[in-house]
């Protein structure tokens, strides 16, 4: 949940914004899809019991990315968005 927090503030703050209800649970279900498939991607890396298959992780991502896409279009975003890439390194210094 923690890195959903994260997510959801840097979306936020490109906002510039509050978001209304509907925007906060678009934002929130695109911040899930995108920890599902780090930790996805993280499991597999790491070889752990029970990671998922490359074909799913690659399947998560394309899921957080096209969803992504959507939630920025429906908050009219600019151009100038940052990618669903760049949002992922939030935080990831910590």
């Known amino acids: ?3 959903v927090r994260q997510l959801q503030k840097a979306i936020q703050k490109e906002l510039g914004r509050k978001p209304t209800p509907i925007e906060a649970t678009a934002i ?3 911040c899930v899809l995108a920890a599902v ?3 996805g991607r993280a499991r597999f890396l790491g070889n752990k019991p029970g990671a998922p298959t490359l074909n799913d992780i690659v399947r ?3 899921v957080a990315s096209r969803e992504f896409k959507s939630c920025m279009a429906m908050l ?3 151009k ?3 990618s669903l890439q760049a949002l992922l390194k ?3 210094d910590a």
């Open 1 to 3: 949940m923690r890195r």
């Open 28 to 30: 929130e279900r695109v």
């Open 37 to 39: 498939a780090e930790d």
């Open 60 to 62: 998560a991502e394309n």
């Open 76 to 78: 009219g975003a600019k």
């Open 80 to 82: 100038t968005s940052p």
């Open 90 to 92: 939030v935080g990831e």
